[in-house]
């Protein structure tokens, strides 16, 4: 308590000396401002600062943006400009700690007129040419105070919001200087509101909200640009799709971790940011259902893509009028599907990896109460799951690729592959949508294709009448048979044996006609075992049962 009782009595005097140094020299009047900013890091002497050396303050910043305007413009080299940016840096200081929990010092300043004096020189510093050191140093210090003193002011976000959106947020954030990129994020982040948030839709000022994920993309360490798009852009849903539409691919893939990380979060949540979930959710299942076949360009490198492209597509289209022959009347004479989705890019597609994003975040929606039931009536999301599901299951054993089922075991190396848990991931999902739902439990085994057949868009456009008279005439999809075939070890598919258990589960939970389904399935031998001979186990049948026994070396 002496300490800071010291320096607030030593707080008049210093300002009486910063008051006589207005007319002594610049290296005089930085002492000056010196002593003052020292003794401000204190809250008592902050308490206490009168309005007298605030207007000090703004006198030398004015005096130096005058001076430093009228040597660019008559082209002088009279200016000791290194001396006169050390003196602006330090009156930034010197106001930066004054603003520190004192609503009083703020007001007091945004009243006097700082902040657009402070506006007016960031713009000054930002044309000068030469990037030095002093000048950077002035830079960062005038934006820490315009942080500082929009920190819970909301008439002095207002003013900054005014003197200084769009132009000078752009400005700061396409800077070269890292820490001027991050000063800047932090004073955006202060002044957003729900009101500003909505300001962003207007084309001219979308480029602030694009830039801000472009930095969090170049700087993933730059905590203020994650804050602002997980605080702030992502509670305006109308913001996030138009977002999204501009984004290249690459840059959609980060946008979507940053909703991942938003919607993984286990705080409680109002009625309204829930209401602002489940928009954000449609969003992404319609994009994941527009696009979601991008995923089959992982299959392959581009020098196989014309063996395996064909490979993929006839056998497809084998299976498909196989499938699609009822009584002799063939119901899907076309599918929807063209050819060219087919087609494989090079390794990592980045629409590819987009996909694989969408899914992740759908996973985790669907594992929160709240938004599960939403997405459970979501218009053909199940159905685009287990699409896509069984064309990546069919691709991986129609050829080699990320969607066939290995079983290396050595445990040792580690498979670096964005589709890699694809497939555990849809299964994931699919058992999420059917938890406790009985409508859906009965789509996985009717296998309405609502995202991609003609029918689809016939049962979307009939009356609920006519529904269940189509249904009746629809090909089984074998969804469970499906799932049930990915029940075994995959080191491409960490624990898809795991979350195949936990779908049928939630398939067959009160529901007799898929448990029924399940128990007329046809006993055809043994499936494949060359991972248990791999652990030196074999598996015997002994009348109705099936025993594990260790493989006995065969004497020589």
């Keep these: ?217 170049e700087q993933l360490e730059s905590e203020w640009s994650f804050l602002i798009v997980t605080d702030h852009l992502l509670k305006c849903p109308e913001l996030v799709k138009v977002l999204y539409a501009k984004l290249s691919n690459q840059e959609r893939v980060t946008f979507l971790e940053l909703i991942m990380s938003k919607v993984s979060e286990k705080n409680s949540v109002t009625s309204e940011e829930m209401n602002v979930f489940m928009r954000i959710a449609d969003f992404l299942a319609s994009c994941f259902r527009d696009k979601c076949e991008a995923v089959l360009k992982l299959t392959s490198a581009a020098d196989a893509e014309d063996e395996v492209t064909n490979g993929l597509w006839a056998a497809f289209w084998e299976y498909l009028m196989q499938s699609c022959v009822l009584d002799g009347l063939v119901l899907f004479p076309i599918y929807e599907v063209s050819k060219s989705c087919w087609l494989l ?114 049962l979307l456009k009939s009356p609920p009448s006519d529904v269940a008279n189509i249904i009746q005439k629809v090909y089984e999809l074998d969804g469970i048979p499906l799932i049930l075939d990915n029940c075994s070890i995959d080191d491409n598919n960490p624990f898809v044996n795991q979350w195949a258990v936990y779908a049928i589960r939630n398939l067959t939970e009160q529901n007799e006609r898929n448990q029924e389904l399940i128990a007329r399935m046809e006993e055809k031998g043994l499936a494949d075992n060359s991972v248990l001979e791999h652990m030196g186990l074999e598996i015997e049948k002994q009348d109705d049962k099936l025993l594990l026994r260790s493989v006995r070396k065969k004497p020589l």
């Design 1 to 217: 308590m002496a300490a800071a009782g010291s320096g607030s009595r030593s707080l008049p005097a210093a300002a009486a000396r910063l008051g006589r140094s207005m007319a002594a020299a610049p290296a005089a009047r930085l002492e000056s401002v010196r002593a003052v900013t020292g003794l401000l890091r204190e809250a008592q002497p902050r308490e206490t600062a009168e309005e007298s050396i605030f207007q000090d303050l703004l006198k030398i910043l004015t005096k130096a943006l005058n001076e430093i305007e009228q040597a660019y413009k008559d082209s002088c080299e009279l200016l000791d400009l290194d001396t006169c940016l050390l003196l602006v840096a330090e009156c930034f200081r010197c106001l930066r700690n004054a603003c520190v929990e004192c609503a009083k010092n703020q007001d007091v300043m945004r009243n006097l007129g700082l902040i657009t004096t402070s506006v007016r020189l960031i713009k000054l510093l930002d044309g000068i040419q030469i990037k030095e050191e002093p000048l950077l140093t002035a830079f960062r210090c005038s934006l820490q105070f315009l942080g500082n003193i929009a920190a819970g002011n909301g008439d002095s976000q207002n003013s900054i919001w005014k003197c200084a959106f769009p132009d000078l947020f752009l400005t700061c954030l396409t800077y070269s200087d890292e820490k001027i990129v991050a000063y800047c994020c932090m004073v955006l982040f202060t002044c957003l509101n729900s009101e500003k948030v909505r300001e962003l839709l207007d084309p001219e000022n979308l480029t602030v909200a694009l830039r801000v994920l472009k930095v969090y993309k």
């Design 345 to 458: 890019g090079t390794p990592y597609s980045t629409e590819a990896l987009v996909t694989v994003r969408l899914l992740d975040v759908l996973c985790e929606m669907t594992s929160n109460n709240g938004q599960l039931e939403h997405l459970q009536a979501s218009p053909g999301l199940l159905e685009t799951a287990i699409d896509i599901l069984r064309l990546t299951h069919l691709a991986g054993k129609q050829a080699v690729n990320i969607f066939t089922a290995t079983h290396a075991m050595t445990g040792q190396e580690e498979i670096s592959h964005p589709a890699v848990g694809f497939k555990s991931h849809l299964i994931r999902l699919i058992g999420n949508l059917c938890y406790k739902s009985k409508g859906n439990q009965d789509k996985v085994k009717n296998g309405i294709w609502l995202g991609y057949s003609m029918l689809g868009k016939l």
